[in-house]
């Protein structure tokens, strides 16, 4: 059986950072790289630049793709991360950590391309989930993955 190498995409997109006031203003302009990876099928990253996070260092949130996808629709999440349409145009990424709350609106059309492209490559359905799951169990226990 041909074997697939894995691929990751990564997009770079305007938002705007919603903060408290006396941090720059109500909003923050800023460049955030949404990754997918064909290894880690079910998930996307946010990836927040050092400029913009309270521990001066690039902080990544990892989430499932279908609450994003879900989230370009209708209000969806629980826990640390919520998603939810505001408006037409923007979708707004809601995320919870012990030191605090980020609230991050998004261009939805550019949400949508990120999605488009990452089914293209691994369609709804099509994820493999076992070797998530072997990944995880391996990293968990400290085990060498097999090949």
Known sequence: ?????????????????VTAEGRGGPERAVTVTLCYASADPLAIRLAFPAAVTLAGVEVAWSFARALLDEGLRAPTGAGDVHVWPCGRARTVVELHAPEGMAVVQFDTSALRRFLQRSYALVPAGDEDVTAVVDRALAALFGRPQRP
């Open 1 to 17: 059986m041909p074997t697939t190498l894995p691929v990751t995409l990564e997009q770079p997109v305007r938002a705007r950072l």
